[in-house]
């Protein structure tokens, strides 16, 4: 069974940091873009960041760039959101999401996890 968990989420006041975690099980990660994607009550899902299968490359949406960092570990099929310097706008449902290359649009990505509430307040 293809399978996206994503963990890591919670409380955390302005300026301070969060890693989520996004596991896979039934299919190996390595082979797949994954993206990180987030939705804020009465908002669109937008992308935040996504890194590719092929060359490991990394993409951001500019309002995280420089605080926000993805990365993935093939040995346990995981790719992580590091998120530093966390803002209330930051505040949203984070989701990670399986495609064949890096895109924005959330469409285009298949398999999805259940999310985790990442809440930036004071």
């Known amino acids: 069974q293809v399978q996206l968990v994503e963990s890591g989420g919670g409380l955390v006041q302005p300026g301070g940091s969060l890693r989520l975690s996004c596991a896979a099980s039934g299919f190996t990660l390595d082979y797949y873009a994954i993206g990180w994607f987030r939705q804020a009550p009465g908002k669109e899902r937008e992308g935040v960041s996504c890194i590719s299968s092929s060359n490991r490359s990394t993409h951001y949406q500019d309002s995280v760039k420089g605080r926000f960092t993805i990365s993935r570990d093939n040995a346990k099929n995981t790719v992580y959101l590091q998120m530093n310097s966390l803002k209330p706008e930051d505040t949203a449902v984070y989701y990670c999401?399986?495609?064949?290359?890096?895109?924005?649009?959330?469409?285009?990505?298949?398999?999805w996890g259940q999310g985790t509430q990442v809440t930036v307040s004071s």
């Open positions: 999401a399986t495609n064949y290359y890096c895109s924005g649009r959330s469409t285009d990505f298949g398999s």
